[in-house]
């Protein structure tokens, strides 16, 4: 079974411009969740879709965000770009099954670099 | 205010001992926890995770202890390997349908052959 995938590997930006940031999950999973990792805060929770619903949100600024296909592949936008959103973005998927927390799978990550 | 705590940045153990990594948290609410292992240009890989309703939980050569009183975690890999060289990260969650868990800032092992 093909892991999950994100795309791209890597971005360059400037600040100011947008960016969007594609995930598809292991196949069957309708659970999609994306997380900022950075040096100094670590691994944050930006959002979580499933089935084309957003189900759970953290703390970000309204400059993140994202939205699930049908077929359960999600985006993810940052618009006006600052040079703290230079991080590694990892998505991950799980089957979401209702009333657990099942295990989530991450994808390798898009690094983006904000100049 | 960091919600899950792993206080040691990095640890350095020898091949063949047992390497303990802590993680300690402060919400009361949290009721489910795991652990992910991230090599350098790759996303974390799920280790091990325990619920609050036991206090240990084995797979190999992981184990996980809960201290739900005191709010820590460990896991301990015994006996460590290099490959197990890597960052580890602890993670917990109110364990209801969303995925939004919280991680600590990670604990960077090394085995040294």
Redesign the interface.
Known sequence: KAG?TQTPRYLIKTRGQQVTLSCSPISGHR?V?W?QQTPG?????LF?Y?SETQ????NFPGRFSGRQFSNSRSEMNVSTLELGDSALY?C?S?Q?L????D???????TRLTVL | DQQVKQNSPSLSVQEGRISILNCDYTNSMFD?F?W?KKYP??????LI?ISSIKDKNEDGRFTVFLNKSAKHLSLHIVPSQPGDSAVY?C?A?R????????????TRLSVLP
Do not use: I, M
Not at chain 1, 55 to 58: A, C, E, F, L, W
Not at chain 1, 98 to 101: E, I, L, P
């Open positions: 999950v659970s969740s997380y805060q670590g691994l944050q929770f979580e499933f189900r759970n949100k953290g990892l991950a799980s979401g209702a009333g657990d927390t295990t989530q799978y991450f994808g390798p990550g | 489910y795991l992910y240009a790759e996303g974390p890989t799920f995770s990260f993670a969650s364990g209801n349908y969303g995925q939004n868990f919280v991680f600590g800032p990670g």
